[in-house]
């Protein structure tokens, strides 16, 4: 029996901005051994076009860059209620106490000195992916609110107090639910969701994501009386968050 195929789909996307090459190439040797999806940019302006256009799930930032420092890129993702719950990583020369503290204000969840070693900086990426619940133990599975999605078997799963209930999804139904709840809350366009599950933008109208998102949401029933994907008018859709 062959082994499931992890299509770039399937991968965790991880931003890094820096503009040096060296930085560059060892971080995306290290997680792309980690099977990641790495995307870079050499300063803020390609960082935030990267932010825009591509569905990034964590930032790898320096500070001191040409045109628009990372604490100004920090700001504005943060800033950006599409995007705004992104984690983001400073790793910078910079390793003094305040700018440690200016980057965490600036609105980072984490900060790390490049002098630190490799395994040291992919393990925090590793550790702020789990906390977003994009990456389960097998990189792949995602498990939020109270369902679990297996991509490998295409099986949704309900956790309930005292019972375990299975839903069955037709295939884009599924990699619609998937996706969406890959993206941390993030808010998707519809003609991004078109590309990203359908793949042929051409030949699929919105319309089309409508009604796969009403068809899901009526087989998965309501959590804590919302449903689970959840409509942004006049944009598109993101999946439910529950302070």
């Not at 302006?45 to 420092?69: G, K, N, Q």
Request: with cysteine; proline share 2%; hydrophobic share 40%.
């Amino acid at each position: 029996m062959s082994s499931p195929t992890t299509t770039t789909q399937d991968l965790c996307t991880i931003l890094i901005v820096d503009d040096e090459d060296d930085i560059l190439d060892l971080l995306r040797y290290n997680l792309e051994k980690e099977e990641m999806r790495v995307i870079t940019a050499r300063d803020g302006i390609e960082a935030l076009t990267a932010i825009d256009t591509e569905s990034i799930d964590l930032v790898v930032l320096d500070i001191m860059m040409p045109h628009i420092d990372g604490l100004e890129v920090c700001q504005r993702i943060r800033s950006n209620s599409n995007v705004k719950s992104i984690p983001i990583l400073f790793l910078t020369a910079r390793s003094e106490e305040e700018d440690h503290i200016r980057g965490l204000d600036a609105g980072a969840d984490s900060y790390l000195p490049k002098s630190f070693g490799i395994g040291v900086i992919v393990s925090q990426i590793k550790a702020l992916l789990r906390g977003t619940k994009r990456i389960h133990a097998n990189n792949l599975t995602v498990t939020v609110l109270d369902l679990e999605i297996d991509p490998e078997r295409f099986r949704v799963f309900r956790n309930g107090q005292n019972e375990r209930a299975e839903f069955r999804f037709a295939r884009k139904e599924f990699k619609l639910l998937y996706f969406l709840a890959s993206g941390s809350g993030r808010v998707f366009k519809r003609k991004t969701l078109i590309k990203k599950v359908w793949g042929k933008p051409k030949k699929v109208g919105e319309r089309t994501v409508d009604v796969h998102v009403s068809r899901v949401n009526r087989k998965l029933g309501k959590y804590q009386g919302n449903d689970y994907i959840v409509s942004v008018a006049g944009v598109g859709y993101r999946f439910l968050e529950v302070e």
